[in-house]
């Protein structure tokens, strides 16, 4: 058996949905989507928010942007980032906060679950 035929093959149009799940699947992400709820953030605010390398931080960023949660903007020599879908994002961590509650696992994935926040 070669290793092609070894791999199911992936159900057609779900790549996109994978990639979204993916990006939402590592915490440095999520934080840094929490803290970009706030507002726009540099690089380096959100380093030294985080207490990660500057490497670091642009990569989960680069994976956010490729998702089309985060874009960014330029603001002099730095870039802003922001989130490009505010309230579908925070209607689906609310989601996803209600669902973890109901399996046992609560969590904060909102930094306000309030609809006006939305």
Known sequence: MTAAAAEP????GLGPAAALFHS????TRLAILQHL???EH??????DHLGLAQSTVSAHL??????GLVDSRPQGRASLYFL?????LLAL????????????SAATLCPTNSPEQR
């Open 37 to 39: 709820t706030a507002g």
């Open 62 to 67: 680069a994976c956010l942007k490729d998702c």
């Open 42 to 47: 540099r690089v380096r605010d959100l380093t």
């Open 84 to 88: 490009t879908t505010r309230r579908p």
């Open 93 to 104: 961590l609310a989601a996803a906060e209600e669902l973890l509650a109901l399996t046992g």
């Open 9 to 12: 093959a992936e159900p057609r």
């Open 24 to 27: 939402l699947s590592d915490p």
